[in-house]
T-cell receptor
Framework: GESVGLHLPTLSVQEGDNSIINCAYSNSASDYFIWYKQESGKGPQFIID?????DKRQGQRVTVLLNKTVKHLSLQIAATQPGDSAVYFCADNSGGSNYKLTFGKGTLLTVNP | SQTIHQWPATLVQPVGSPLSLECTVEGTSNPNLYWYRQAAGRGLQLLFYSVGIGQISSEVPQNLSASRPQDRQFILSSKKLLLSDSGFYLC????????????FGPGTRLTVL
């Protein structure tokens, strides 16, 4: 079935660098996308979301970019800090569902001091 | 503000024993509620969701069941646990009315021996 996937399972960056985490989705009818951060042993934490009527949305040190043409989503983290080390998941609303999210497998981000 | 609780935080159970995991949400009314399972190093698998008291939708055939006896209470149960039921169980809520953002609880780590 259709699902959200990730290009890279792991990403290692130096503290202070910018991080980019990528995600591909396959359901062209999905119109809502979310990024979550999950630290070890904890539940996923909402970071930022974007709807399909936008191609960019910014938060505090984070930016999400959506390219509907190629069905690609990315999360950019500026000035990455050690506290950003975690697994990052993208998710989409499964082709327009009001209730279901389809999650990718996650990318492990490691920030080196 | 809204908060979501799960208990217990960790649980070790023998094969064939029953299971009851509880999730409660505070600070909101008539939320959509969700149970997910996360295997080690994997993404999130939706098990059940509920849009109201007594309304349960099952996503994956298995030996687990869910119930919603009160508006802000969601329970995950099993009559006889299997080894394959081990994992990290996450409860989540989203606002009623079709809003897509889901907010997760702290999770329960279940080990079946």
């Amino acid at each position: 079935g259709e699902s959200v996937g990730l290009h890279l399972p792991t990403l290692s960056v130096q503290e202070g660098d910018n991080s980019i985490i990528n995600c591909a989705y396959s359901n062209s009818a999905s119109d809502y996308f979310i990024w979550y951060k999950q630290e070890s042993g904890k539940g996923p934490q909402f970071i930022i979301d974007i709807r399909s009527n936008m191609d960019k949305r910014q938060g505090q040190r984070v930016t999400v970019l959506l390219n509907k043409t190629v069905k690609h989503l990315s999360l950019q983290i500026a000035a990455t800090q050690p506290g950003d080390s975690a697994v990052y998941f993208c998710a989409d609303n499964s082709g327009g569902s009001n209730y279901k999210l389809t999650f990718g497998k996650g990318t492990l981000l490691t920030v080196n001091p | 503000s809204q908060t979501i609780h799960q208990w217990p935080a960790t649980l070790v159970q023998p094969v064939g024993s029953p299971l009851s995991l509880e999730c409660t949400v505070e600070g909101t009314s008539n939320p959509n509620l969700y149970w997910y399972r996360q295997a080690a190093g994997r993404g999130l698998q939706l098990l059940f969701y509920s849009v109201g008291i007594g309304q349960i939708s099952s996503e994956v055939p298995q030996n687990l069941s869910a119930s919603r006896p009160q508006d802000r209470q969601f329970i995950l149960s099993s009559k006889k646990l299997l080894l394959s039921d081990s994992g990290f169980y996450l409860c989540a809520w989203s606002p009623t009315g079709g809003t897509d953002t889901q907010y997760f609880g702290p999770g329960t780590r279940l080990t079946v021996l």
